[in-house]
């Protein structure tokens, strides 16, 4: 049998998704297993922690120490593995591994031998099969069903004149001014609802890792309920309770992007922000998920 490649995952929930999702299409592409690599978490506690598995009814094929190893001894530390994939882009053929600024899906059926992949390949070409093959994988736990369940039901939203609002905020707030990622505009979000509002919508329900700061700031005319933890009480429950609105408008973050693709409705309505990176970045680390089809560009500056 074909030795496996491996996948780290690290990060939030939408890159372990990205991660999982390029195992999936990696074992497509080359026909050998991927295993993933968690032990980055005994390092990173960030965004609690391997959640992947916590909020979705998944157990990853795991890499053991021993099949890291065989791949490159490098692998052994966390430290010199983020230094070397700043390094990787100037490596070239000497790089010990494979990441997301190096290499990719049209290039992974090349290599003779397994590879060890590190990065959040968010910007790969993901066709609609591999993205229905991890929708069938990604089956929520009992009792985080069960907990969205409850608290969407408090909420009682009418499903055809309700929307959801997610809006992340947090370290986008702090982040430089160059940074990849940016906060978007408070503007941004009511264009948008003054466009649903035209099309019906009657209720809007906010999802924020800043409802309290948002609660403070948001002026608009429209009927909003802000979700906080008297509602929801984690971003798993409340992950689950976004893929339950048909129409939904996301930030630009993995965490929206993967609650719109794994919504109950896939005929609903989703808008998503353009442009997703901060026009002023001009750094490598950029990546943008793809907009997908039948979903709707707004664009956030309203030009």
Same mark, same amino acid.
């Given at each position: !049998?074909?030795?496996? #490649?491996?996948?780290?995952?690290?990060?939030?929930?939408? #890159?372990?998704?990205?991660?999982?999702?390029?195992?999936?299409?990696?074992?497509?592409?080359?026909?050998?297993?991927t295993?993933?690599?968690?032990? @980055?978490?005994e390092? *990173?506690?960030?965004?609690g922690?391997?959640?992947?598995?916590?909020?979705? =009814?998944?157990?990853?094929?795991? %890499?053991?120490p021993? @099949?890291?190893?065989?791949?490159?001894? $490098?692998?052994?530390?966390?430290?010199?593995? +983020?230094?070397?994939s700043?390094? /990787?882009?100037?490596?070239?053929?000497?790089?010990?591994?494979?990441?997301d600024?190096?290499?990719?899906?049209e290039?992974?059926s090349?290599?003779?031998?397994?590879?060890?992949?590190?990065?959040?390949?968010?910007?790969?070409? *993901?066709?609609?099969?591999?993205?229905?093959?991890? +929708?069938? +994988?990604?089956?929520f +736990?009992?009792?985080?069903?069960?907990?969205?369940?409850? %608290?969407?039901?408090? $909420?009682?939203?009418?499903?055809?004149?309700? %929307?959801?609002?997610?809006?992340?905020?947090?370290?986008?707030?702090?982040?430089?001014? #160059?940074?990849?990622?940016? /906060?978007?505009?408070?503007?941004?979000y009511?264009?948008? !609802?003054?466009?649903?509002s035209?099309?019906?919508?009657?209720?809007?329900?906010?999802f924020?890792? =800043?409802?309290?700061? $948002?609660?403070?700031?948001?002026?608009?005319?429209?009927?909003?309920?802000f979700?906080?933890?008297?509602?929801?009480?984690?971003?798993?429950?409340?992950f689950?309770?976004l893929?339950?609105?048909?129409?939904?408008?996301?930030? #630009?973050?993995?965490?929206?992007?993967?609650?719109?693709?794994?919504?109950? *409705?896939?005929?609903?309505?989703v808008?998503?922000?353009?442009?997703?990176?901060?026009?002023?970045?001009r750094?490598? !680390?950029?990546?943008?998920?793809?907009?997908? @089809?039948?979903?709707?560009?707004?664009?956030?500056?309203g030009?």
């Amino acid at each position: !049998m074909a030795r496996p #490649n491996i996948v780290n995952i690290v990060g939030g929930l939408g #890159n372990q998704l990205f991660q999982y999702l390029f195992g999936l299409a990696l074992e497509r592409e080359t026909g050998r297993q991927t295993l993933y690599d968690v032990s @980055d978490f005994e390092h *990173y506690d960030l965004h609690g922690g391997l959640t992947i598995e916590r909020y979705f =009814d998944l157990d990853l094929p795991r %890499a053991e120490p021993r @099949d890291v190893k065989r791949l490159s001894l $490098l692998l052994c530390s966390y430290e010199v593995k +983020r230094a070397v994939s700043r390094l /990787s882009h100037v490596l070239g053929p000497l790089r010990p591994w494979e990441t997301d600024r190096t290499s990719g899906l049209e290039t992974a059926s090349s290599y003779s031998a397994p590879r060890y992949f590190r990065g959040y390949w968010q910007d790969q070409p *993901y066709d609609e099969a591999i993205l229905d093959r991890v +929708r069938a +994988r990604l089956r929520f +736990r009992a009792d985080i069903d069960s907990a969205a369940d409850r %608290a969407f039901q408090a $909420l009682e939203p009418d499903i055809e004149s309700s %929307a959801a609002l997610q809006i992340r905020r947090g370290d986008y707030l702090t982040a430089a001014a #160059n940074a990849p990622h940016y /906060s978007l505009p408070l503007a941004h979000y009511y264009r948008s !609802m003054e466009m649903l509002s035209a099309e019906g919508i009657r209720h809007f329900y906010v999802f924020s890792d =800043d409802i309290e700061g $948002l609660r403070a700031e948001f002026n608009c005319p429209h009927h909003v309920t802000f979700v906080d933890e008297t509602i929801s009480g984690s971003p798993g429950i409340d992950f689950r309770m976004l893929t339950r609105f048909k129409t939904l408008v996301i930030s #630009n973050s993995t965490f929206g992007w993967w609650a719109a693709v794994l919504r109950s *409705y896939p005929s609903g309505k989703v808008i998503a922000p353009e442009p997703w990176i901060n026009p002023t970045h001009r750094g490598r !680390m950029a990546q943008s998920p793809a907009i997908l @089809d039948g979903w709707t560009r707004a664009d956030v500056w309203g030009s």
